[in-house]
């Protein structure tokens, strides 16, 4: 089972921009359908508005309605082998996009730099967290081509990071050497309520990925560059962790982790809340 439908928020059609290209990657790969979805420059960092986004196929000529990159899109990709690929143009803010379109998606590919880095935080990572839908998250001035030969997981026991480890499956079957990063800590009556949970290491050899498993005990404040620092001494083409966030008031707050490996990757990275 691979990804049945991919969106990518694209920045540029002169050339296209690194989230498009690796969409068509991902597409292709799994005969997955594709939407291109093109964000406006004036709406990549403003906050999030309360209404829903507005998805229109453009019929007109200003930056909200871009005929001729429809057409040159669908035959782009076709060339590449999607033959399912439509273009749209959103009339509103990141994050309401990714909601929104997210809930017709299993995949969504966004280059970290569609805004700057003042507004990661209040912008982009709201999207992510927002959306709840797995997304890889492109390094600024990305220009290669996706790898997955080897993959980095990084995996706390925590909701947020199943739900990754889980979504990449399709991913972690096609790389050559997994790193299990494990950095979950217990508390004492943990199983006192509840029900025990799966071993993830057990859980991916179940689904046919052969996984090496690393421990790491490090505070809290320091599991983003710990994950980060196994991640280049593996050589990593990827990154796969959990996007942490919690809400006071109408605030978004991120988790440490999430906060630096957004900041601070230069590998693509693989994130869900």
């Known amino acids: 089972m691979g990804f049945r439908d991919v969106l990518a928020l694209v920045t540029s059609s002169g050339p296209w921009s690194p989230a498009l290209l690796a969409a068509v990657e991902i597409a292709s790969r799994w005969n997955a359908d594709l939407t291109a979805c093109y964000v406006p420059v004036d709406l990549r960092e403003q906050r999030p508005a309360e209404s829903a986004p507005a998805i229109a196929e453009p019929p007109g000529e200003s930056e909200y309605e871009r005929p001729d990159e429809s057409l040159a899109f669908a035959q782009f990709a076709l060339?590449?082998?999607?033959?399912?690929?439509?273009?749209?143009?959103?009339?509103?803010?990141?994050?309401?996009?990714?909601?929104?379109?997210?809930a017709w998606h299993d995949l969504a590919v966004i280059e970290r730099d569609i805004v700057d880095a003042a507004h990661i935080f209040d912008v982009l990572a709201e999207g992510l967290l927002s959306a709840r839908l797995p997304c890889i998250l492109l390094p600024p001035r990305w220009s290669g081509s996706l790898a997955f030969d080897r993959i980095v997981i990084g995996w706390n026991g925590s909701f947020e990071s199943t739900r990754a480890l889980c979504s990449a499956l399709p991913l972690l079957r096609l790389a050559r050497q997994v790193v299990l990063v494990n950095g979950e800590l217990r508390t004492p009556d943990e199983h006192s309520t509840g029900v025990a949970e799966p071993d993830p290491f057990a859980y991916l050899v179940r689904h046919g990925v052969a996984a090496k498993l690393h421990h790491i005990q490090v505070p809290p404040d320091e599991a983003g560059l710990a994950l980060l620092r196994h991640a280049h001494v593996l050589r990593a083409d990827l990154l796969v962790m959990g996007a942490y966030g919690r809400s006071r008031i109408r605030e978004r707050l991120l988790g440490g982790a999430t906060r630096h490996v957004m900041a601070n990757a230069d590998m693509p990275v693989f994130m869900q809340h």
């Open 79 to 102: 060339e590449r082998g999607v033959a399912h690929a439509s273009w749209a143009v959103t009339r509103t803010p990141i994050a309401p996009t990714l909601r929104h379109l997210g």
